[in-house]
């Protein structure tokens, strides 16, 4: 069974739905020719093509490429963290309910992952509770709220409550770093993001919030993982020479490798093999960003074209451990090192 854990829609909301986070709020712009265009407010942001909005061309992407499920999550210029934190609320249930909406139309093919009001950890976990037992399997998240990243208490105290209820977390890159300096080419999509996920899961390590936050606690990080991989070395090396590095992490960062997962948007054999040379195949999970360009047009195809994986660890990668992730037919979530010992 093939499971996609990394996928986006853009649930139909209006121009009047949009202003809920102010004027330049987001919105859905359905042209005649059954194309789309992400808006705010007034401005066009990106063209979009129906399998973001509607159900049946997405199952019918779907069926073509062999994906069995998908985990479907809302597109990161929607979060509205930006925003007063209340009205923030309102438009998460109002963004929920539509994500629930557009996965009803096949619920054992999309399972809908909620969004929160980050800004405000106490409003978000009420909002993440509503969304479960309204039906969310997951809750994606930005991978930072302005200048607080994951490691800030609140943000902790919010992954703990997610612990807590069982909800699985998808973290997902956004806001990106540089802007000033990164003004063509998506440059933000292709140095950005990768450095804005190191900087997450750096953070939770060195800040040393993995000792503190619980082993129940299923995360997933996007794109691989952005950086980390490639550089673990370097910061492993700054771990075990430097005491500024080491101040807060008991453990080296190569140590906190089962404590989270990755998806496998890289896009090259040889980086995905590095990947599950690091992460372990057990934490490494199909994502492919559908249904936007930058994403992976063949579900899967670079999974199969890692070299060195037997046809177990493709199965795990290709979909049996995001069944344990999202506890997929009651599929119990992988118990970590941590469980083990204690
Ligand atoms: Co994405």
């Known amino acids: 069974m093939i499971v996609d854990v990394h996928t986006h829609v853009f649930p139909p909301l209006s121009r009047a739905e949009g202003r809920l986070l102010g004027p330049a709020g987001p919105w859905l712009r359905r042209n005649a020719d059954g194309t789309g265009m992400m808006m705010c407010g007034d401005e066009e942001y990106r063209p979009v093509s129906a399998p973001l909005w509607d159900p049946a061309p997405r199952i019918a992407a779907m069926d073509a490429a062999g994906v069995a499920v998908q985990a479907v999550s809302s597109t990161p210029l929607m979060f509205g963290y930006g925003c007063e ?146 550089l673990l070395g370097r910061a492993d090396n700054a771990w075990r020479n430097r005491d500024l590095v080491r101040a807060d992490s008991p453990h080296p960062p190569s140590h906190y490798t089962d404590r989270f997962s990755v998806d496998s948007a890289v896009f090259d054999p040889r980086a995905l093999r590095l990947l599950v040379d690091v992460m372990g195949p057990e934490r490494v999970m199909l994502g492919t960003d559908f249904p936007f360009p930058l994403g992976e047009k063949d579900p899967g195809e670079t999974i199969r074209a890692c070299p060195g994986l037997d046809g177990a660890e493709q199965a795990l990668m290709l979909g049996g451990n995001a069944a344990a992730f999202f506890a997929l037919d009651g599929a119990r979530p992988k118990t970590t090192a941590t469980e083990r010992i204690a």
């Open 85 to 230: 934190a209340a009205r923030a609320a309102d438009w998460c249930d109002l963004v929920n309910e539509r994500i629930l909406a557009l996965c009803a139309a096949a619920p054992d093919r999309l399972l809908p992952l909620c969004q929160v009001p980050l800004q405000d950890p106490a409003l978000a976990a009420g909002t993440a509770a509503r969304a479960a037992a309204a039906g969310h399997r997951g809750v994606h998240i930005g991978n930072h709220v302005g200048d607080r990243n994951l490691d800030d208490p609140g943000i902790l105290a919010f992954l703990e409550h997610c612990a807590a209820i069982g909800l699985p977390v998808l973290v997902h890159p956004w806001d990106m770093l540089g802007a000033t300096r990164m003004r063509g080419h998506m440059l933000p999509w292709l140095c950005g993001m990768p450095a804005e996920t190191q900087l997450s899961i750096l953070g939770l390590i060195l800040s040393g919030a993995f000792e503190r936050l619980p082993a129940s606690l299923r995360l997933c990080f996007c794109h691989g993982g952005g950086s980390f991989a490639f």
